[in-house]
């Protein structure tokens, strides 16, 4: 199976989590795979109390009870250890442009912890799959690997069944995908977002624009100009932290 050609390290991980709803739903479990360029890596698997009540659907899919979590550390405690461990590395996950990434970033900015992703390349293991094949995680892992996935919802069994399916995909796909982590993050991207959860992507032009509600596909600074209330509606509703200071950025820079 093809090694990564890396320039830096890249961090695999998966979260389990208490919900989908990125701005309001905490983590349970995070598990983390950093790979270095000379091939080794270094795993970190860790439960975390999420502060609240574990629904019994989340339960369900990852089988992380409240029990199971009482005496585990909250975001706050593990931040500095995650956040060293993220440091100086590209991110990848499976569904992570989606789903893990933003609501990583989330559990940061709610725990006062302002992370830089700006220079970091995401490789949605996902994104490719979808691109080239359209399944699951379980069936890559069986399609690509030849093995099943016994402890699927396990963060760190998919956090490692990912690394390999990337690998497997390049040795796969040798005249689709280069073993480059600059062309594996544009490849997977399904969107050119401004900010993590996509409610504002970068248009054919380069230009930031609103990606739902009324103003769909408007510019972001003019829809600002011209109905600037708009601006203060998403600010006290319950859209991600991230996407209101890239917001908020947006809107700073307009008025210089």
Not at 61 to 78: M, N
Not at 210 to 220: E, H, I, L
Request: aromatic share 10%.
């Amino acid at each position: 199976m093809a090694q990564l050609n890396l320039k830096k390290p890249i961090v695999f991980f998966d979260l389990e989590t208490t919900g989908t709803d990125v701005s309001k739903d905490n983590i349970v479990e995070i598990s983390l795979i950093k790979v270095f360029p000379d091939g080794h890596d270094e795993e970190t698997t860790m439960r975390i109390n999420p502060g609240r009540h574990i629904p019994e659907q989340a339960t369900e899919v990852h089988h992380i009870t409240d029990e199971d979590v009482k005496d585990c550390p909250t975001f706050k405690q593990v931040a500095a250890k995650i956040a060293d461990i993220l440091r100086g590395s590209d991110l990848a996950g499976f569904n992570s442009n989606r789903f893990d990434i933003p609501l990583l970033a989330e559990e940061f900015l709610r725990n006062g912890y302002n992370i830089d992703l700006t220079q970091t390349r995401f490789v949605d293991v996902q994104n490719i799959y979808h691109k080239l094949e359209r399944r699951t995680l379980v069936a890559a892992y069986k399609y690509y690997c030849g093995k099943n996935l016994e402890e699927a919802h396990s963060a760190n069994a998919d956090t490692r069944a990912t690394y390999e399916v990337l690998k497997a995909q390049i040795d796969k796909y040798p005249d689709d995908l280069s073993n480059d982590i600059d062309f594996l993050s544009t490849y997977s991207k399904m969107n050119n977002n401004v900010d993590l959860a996509g409610r504002m992507v970068y248009n054919e032009k380069g230009v930031e624009v609103f990606s739902f509600g009324k103003y769909k596909d408007q510019p972001v600074e003019e829809v600002l100009l011209r109905d600037p209330g708009y601006f203060g509606w998403i600010l006290q509703s319950d859209f991600p932290l991230e996407t209101k200071q890239a917001l908020t950025r947006i809107r700073l820079k307009s008025r210089k």
